[in-house]
């Protein structure tokens, strides 16, 4: 049996010009979760991330923390976000404000989960994007590959929160909405973990912290 491991990535810029690129704090999570990998000793027999940017630096902190040499990392395309702005814009045409206020950002996050609904539903089709049947094929062949190629091995995935969300309730056949929820609670740098066979993906933990356990990380938790 294998295990596979999916990372959402660090925080992110949210609200600035540029979303795809870790902030500060972002950096340092990833960090501190491969500094917390390698006092355990782990070491993974492969790693596939997604190719926005927010996804290579957050391996790139991983690999810093676990004092990894170069290594070989698929880019898998299907593990890429889906594009917030175009899925708020099938419920909101218009251009919203800069969420830099709590009020703003809470707005912001009930449009898009009402914009997730009607894509995930075939109800929408926000623009540039794909449909969800196919969005879902982007992370099951993922999940397939893993599978097919990687069985008894140790497996990293760094993706973002739309794709790990869509693999659990895939795995576990949850409603569009549960996904949903799933998807708007998940945090920065936190660990999933699959156990996997060539036959099956079985969930084993969602959305976890270790790394930032104790009162030294209490303001390293963030969710966007």
Known sequence: MGTLY?????????GSDDYDRLS???????????EYWRERGMRFDAVITGTLRRHRE?????????????QDVLPWPGLNEYDSEAVVATIHPEKLPKADT???????????????SAWMNGQAAPVGMP???????????????VRDRH???????????????????????????TTIELNLRIRNTAVTEFAFTPKRHMLVTYNTLPHLDGPAYDDWVTYA
Not at 6 to 14: E, I, K, M, N, T
Not at 131 to 145: E, P, W
Request: charged share 15%; net charge positive.
């Open 6 to 14: 999916l990372v959402r990535h660090g925080q992110a810029s949210f």
């Open 58 to 70: 957050t391996w790139e902190g991983i690999a810093r923390g676990m004092q990894l040499p170069p």
């Open 24 to 34: 500060e704090l972002g950096h340092r999570q990833a960090e501190r979760l491969g």
């Open 151 to 177: 069985h008894g091995a140790k497996v990293l995935v760094v993706s973002s929160g739309g794709p790990i969300s869509t693999a659990v309730g895939h795995v576990l056949g949850t409603s569009p909405e």
């Open 102 to 116: 709590p009020e703003l950002y809470k707005a912001h996050f009930r449009l898009l989960r009402q914009g997730l």
């Open 131 to 145: 449909s969800y049947v196919d969005f879902l094929a982007g992370v099951t062949t993922a999940l397939d590959h």
